[in-house]
Structure formats: structure tokens, C-alpha cells
T-cell receptor, first 108, second 112 residues
Framework: EDQVTQSPEALRLQEGESSSLNCSYTVSGLRGLFWYRQDPGKGPEFLFTLYSAGEEKEKERLKATLTKKESFLHITAPKPEDSATYLC?????????FGSGTKLNVKP | EAQVTQNPRYLITVTGKKLTVTCSQNMNHEYMSWYRQDPGLGLRQIYYSMNVEVTDKGDVPEGYKVSRKEKRNFPLILESPSPNQTSLYFCASAIREYETQYFGPGTRLLVL
């Protein structure tokens, strides 16, 4: 069964305290892995797309990596404005499967 | 501005009263999709469309219908809504089925 699991469910960090979010997946044919940011009451906002194991992408304080079984979203020196829910999704042929998200709270 | 729009944004209705939530994109995307988001369950795909007149079921299609008569529009139809369809609904589109999806602002539905 195709499945995406994100951990932790919630994460509280002090401003500047780096950490990583995990997304593990089991799909029969991965065609892409996607990271999104979602603010309360809004639609998910695209962050990264990764297509093959070993691939890495960076944007400001965020870096996404991909292996054959999981992906990490590394947050370096986070700021309060990075507080949001981070969603991971995988594409298996024509369908998308999302994890439940990690709710990140960065305290000043 | 490239965007996905949904209407209405908020809707309160009663059990059994048919409703339609519209979705439109101006990016000439081939792939469009509907999701529902519930606390603790994440986003779950309801239906998707690979192109005009091509639609297929996602993970939770029961109680929903869709149509894709034009490339830009992908309405979600609830023929006989029930309280368990109370949820936050998102429409999304992508250039192709394996590419990045772009989401609309969401429609919050309450079925009494």
C-alpha cells in the first residue's frame, strides 16, 4: 500500500536552532517527491521537487534531500517566519499521496 | 497572475442539497486534482484529471463527481452532501501528472 509518513508531528525550535524533518515513503513507483509549506487557512505553497535518490535542493534556510526510502527537510538557523506546517507528498504514476505534515513553531 | 481559483471560499449547506465547487486555472495545465484536508489525516486525493474528458478516482472518491469539459475548469460536485463531507477542499493543477502541483486557496465546507 502506498504510504507517506512524516515525523515528528510537531516541532518547537528556538530561533537559530537547526533541525530536520523526516518524510518516509513506500510507493510502488516513485515519480517525484514534493515538499510544501502550508500556513493556517491557506493552500499549500510549493517548496521543492526531488526526482531521484541523491538529489538535493536548497532555498534560503531550507535544504531537501532524497534517498530511496525517505526525504529530509533541513532547516538551518530558522526564524519565526518559518513557522508553518510542512507537507511531504509523493507521486506514484498519476496519483499523489500526502503525509500528515510536521507543524513547526519557531520561537524568537 | 498565474493562479488557481476556487469558489465559493466558504459554504454552509444542509444534508442532501446538491452543490458545486468551481475550480479554474490560467496556466494551461493538463493535470488537475481535488483534495480534502481533515485534521490528522492530511490531504487526500478525491479525483484527478489528466486532460480534457479524462478523469479518474483518487483515494476517497465516494460521494463526489467531477467533470473536465474545458482545460481550465474542473468542478467538484456533491450530489447529496452528508455531514462526513464537512472538510477543507483544495483544487490543484500541474503541467503534467508528475510535475509540481499548484494549489488554490481552499473551500471550507460545512454540511449540517
Amino acid at each position: 500500500e502506498d504510504q507517506v509518513t512524516q515525523s515528528p508531528e510537531a516541532l518547537r525550535l528556538q530561533e537559530g536552532e537547526s533541525s530536520s524533518l523526516n518524510c518516509s515513503y513506500t510507493v510502488s513507483g516513485l515519480r517525484g517527491l514534493f515538499w510544501y509549506r502550508q500556513d493556517p487557512g491557506k493552500g499549500p505553497e510549493f517548496l521543492f521537487t526531488l526526482y531521484s535518490a541523491g538529489e538535493e535542493k536548497e532555498k534560503e534556510r531550507l535544504k531537501a534531500t532524497l534517498t530511496k526510502k525517505e526525504s529530509f527537510l533541513h532547516i538551518t538557523a530558522p526564524k519565526p517566519e518559518d513557522s508553518a506546517t510542512y507537507l511531504c507528498a509523493v507521486n506514484n504514476f498519476n496519483k499523489f499521496y500526502f503525509g500528515s505534515g510536521t507543524k513547526l513553531n519557531v520561537k524568537p | 497572475e498565474a493562479q488557481v481559483t476556487q469558489n465559493p471560499r466558504y459554504l454552509i449547506t444542509v444534508t442532501g442539497k446538491k452543490l458545486t465547487v468551481t475550480c479554474s486555472q490560467n496556466m494551461n495545465h493538463e493535470y488537475m486534482s481535488w483534495y480534502r484536508q481533515d485534521p490528522g489525516l492530511g490531504l487526500r486525493q478525491i479525483y484527478y484529471s489528466m486532460n480534457v474528458e479524462v478523469t479518474d478516482k483518487g483515494d476517497v472518491p465516494e460521494g463526489y463527481k467531477v467533470s473536465r469539459k474545458e482545460k481550465r475548469n474542473f468542478p467538484l460536485i456533491l450530489e447529496s452532501p452528508s455531514p462526513n463531507q464537512t472538510s477543507l477542499y483544495f483544487c490543484a493543477s500541474a503541467i503534467r501528472e508528475y510535475e509540481t502541483q499548484y494549489f488554490g486557496p481552499g473551500t471550507r465546507l460545512l454540511v449540517l
